[in-house]
């Protein structure tokens, strides 16, 4: 049994839909951060950087104890070797689909999270700040475009990996950041594809419970952290 420690935001899709695609069984241990509860001590035993989502494995394939993993690609790569799914063994093919990985992570989720940020969120707007993020994204979208156009078919190449289930739940904020898929024809013809799996949708569904108002104590549990507060704040 895996635990997932969860919030229905676009890195915590990204686990949610791979254990759907899994079909693993699992329990959601909702993680409210706009309440402040990633800063719970138990939380930050197994998520270090307070953030969601993080998984524990009650039965590792070592056969040793509970094993806790976060940040997203780690995790992605954790099950997908877990599995045998989703990340091939073969090594150029296990390489693309990391390296992809690793761009997601360094790239698509922070440069898109920071234009949501500034564009969206942030009381104060900042011209510059929306402007180099939203540069940033039109071309993190430009770059994931002409790597669909060059696979036709997935981002890693000719099958479904866990490269797309890093990238798909970001994508999934277009509108809301004001881009439109028309731009991206090829980024358009994949979305709809990934988007049709029925285990995405049955990750997308996951935990609709933790929505709540995004107020000013949300505000500040999410956007006033500064290093030293990390640690047993709640
Ligand atoms: N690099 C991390 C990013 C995770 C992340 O940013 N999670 C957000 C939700 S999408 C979070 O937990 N935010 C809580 C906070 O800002 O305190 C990963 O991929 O796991």
Redesign the pocket.
Known sequence: MIDLHY?P????WKISIMLEELGLPYTVIPVN?RAGE?FRSEFLAISPN????AIVDHAPADGGGPFSV????AILIYLADKTGRFLSRELRARSNVIQWVMWQ?GGL?PML?QHGHFALYAAEKIPYAIERYRDETARLYGVLDRQLGKTGAYVAGPDYSIADIACFPWTMTHKAQGFTLDDYPNIKRWYATVRARPQVQAGLAIGKFVKEPFDEESRKN?FG?RAKELVDKK
């Open positions: 919030a935001t676009p890195n915590g951060i990633q307070n953030r969601i989502p976060f940040e997203t690609g992570m989720g999270g999410m952290q």
